[in-house]
């Protein structure tokens, strides 16, 4: 904690310690340290696979018997344990120039899957979170993992508590969908937008934006796949006010979970200040990549032929396989793709 210097989230002028809270000088607020952990966000949000209370006592246990076996006594769900335990979902580190000297901004680290990962090759990765069990988890996983290059924070995305140009990559993996649900009375995309401008401020000049993300107009969908974030069908091919009602019938709460198509996030990233890097499309899909196509048409037209090709391949995946290709050999660009790597520059 004491290794990072950190900035006013409202004012962005410089931080003191003082004692047990963080004090800026300017606009007089304390931010106060929660078993050490820096706290500059005040909504009391929950996100999690588990429920609240099933977290608290996953903490609990892991302080004392280690992280690994609180998830076991604690997760019976084999998917949601491998999801939070396995580091090869952060195969695609090795897309960002990582080294000895970089310093990482994991945002949204949930349970710091990639941070983890990601500090064994850098310098240091601040990692922080909404909600605050996450960021608990995720700093006494560090610690118990030895890695002391590790700094957690409760903060959001749009407001964070870090001066301008501190960084030299930022990581938004499986969030940017999310931050709707900062206030559902906002249209999700100017607070992604936000995000986004936030991130282009702690960049130092040259860094990296990292994002991995699901299409809105992705194919599975339109072949009846359930929405990855509002777990119902064809949410998110709907128009944004049909979705919103269909969502709010169903289940009475505001659908701000918006993914976008792949022109509308090179919009976003363009009209916040970046330059396109490099921009894959991941194998099967971001959360669990295994294999990275360059996202153009030779290189996704390329990639899906030799999975054609594989014998192991079931039907379905044959169908869906050929389907995209078809496609994308059509349009030419990788509109259906199911979920999008963009690395883009300061
Ligand atoms: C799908 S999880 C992804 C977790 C992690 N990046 C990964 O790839 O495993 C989304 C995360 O975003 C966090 N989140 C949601 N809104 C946020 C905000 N306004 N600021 C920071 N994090 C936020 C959630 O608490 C959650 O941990």
Redesign the pocket.
């Known amino acids: 904690m004491t290794s990072q210097i950190y900035s006013c989230p409202v004012c962005r002028e410089s931080i003191q310690i003082i004692g047990k809270s963080l004090h800026c000088t300017s606009c007089s607020i304390n931010f106060p340290l929660v078993e050490n952990i820096p706290i500059f966000?005040n909504i009391d949000?929950?996100?999690?696979e588990i429920n609240r209370e099933q977290m608290t006592e996953l903490i609990e246990m892991a302080k004392t018997s280690g992280y690994q076996k609180a998830i076991s006594v604690v997760i019976d769900n084999p998917w949601v344990q491998n999801?939070?335990l396995d580091e090869n979902?952060?195969k695609w580190t090795h897309l960002l120039p990582l080294d000895s000297n970089t310093k990482v901004l994991?945002?949204?680290?949930?349970?710091?899957?990639?941070?983890i990962p990601i500090a064994r090759k850098v310098k240091h990765v601040t990692a922080?979170?909404?909600?605050l069990e996450?960021v608990k988890f995720v700093q006494l996983r560090a610690d118990e993992s030895g890695l002391s290059n590790i700094s957690t924070a409760l903060?959001?995305?749009?407001a964070l508590p870090y001066p301008s140009a501190s960084f030299d990559v930022v990581?938004?993996?499986?969030?940017l969908?999310?931050?709707g649900?900062?206030d559902t009375k906002k249209n999700p995309k100017d607070?992604q937008m936000q995000?986004l401008k936030e991130a282009h401020r702690v960049l130092a000049p040259g860094g990296l934006v990292y994002i991995?993300i699901e299409n809105r107009f992705s194919l599975r969908y339109f072949l009846g796949q359930v929405d990855d974030h509002s777990f119902i069908r064809f949410t998110s091919l709907m128009p944004r006010w049909m979705a919103q009602a269909y969502f709010k019938l169903r289940t009475g709460n505001d659908y701000f979970m918006h993914t976008h198509s792949l022109s509308v996030y090179r919009h976003m990233l363009k009209n916040t200040g970046f330059a396109m890097e490099n921009e894959y499309h991941p194998w099967p899909n971001y959360?669990y990549p295994v294999e990275f196509a360059k996202l153009n048409k030779s290189g996704i037209v390329k990639h899906l032929s030799s999975k054609i090709n594989e014998l192991s391949f079931g039907a379905r995946q044959w169908f869906y396989c050929t389907l995209l290709r078809w496609l994308t050999s059509w349009e030419g660009k990788g509109f259906f793709c199911h979920s999008f790597l963009f690395i883009y520059k300061k």
Do not use: K, P, Q
Request: aromatic fraction near 16%; charge should be negative.
């Open positions: 966000y949000n929950y996100y999690g999801y939070v979902r952060a994991d945002i949204g680290c949930g349970w710091g899957t990639n941070t922080i979170d909404a909600t996450r903060a959001s995305a749009m990581i938004f993996n499986g969030v969908e999310w931050l649900g900062d607070i995000a991995g959360r």
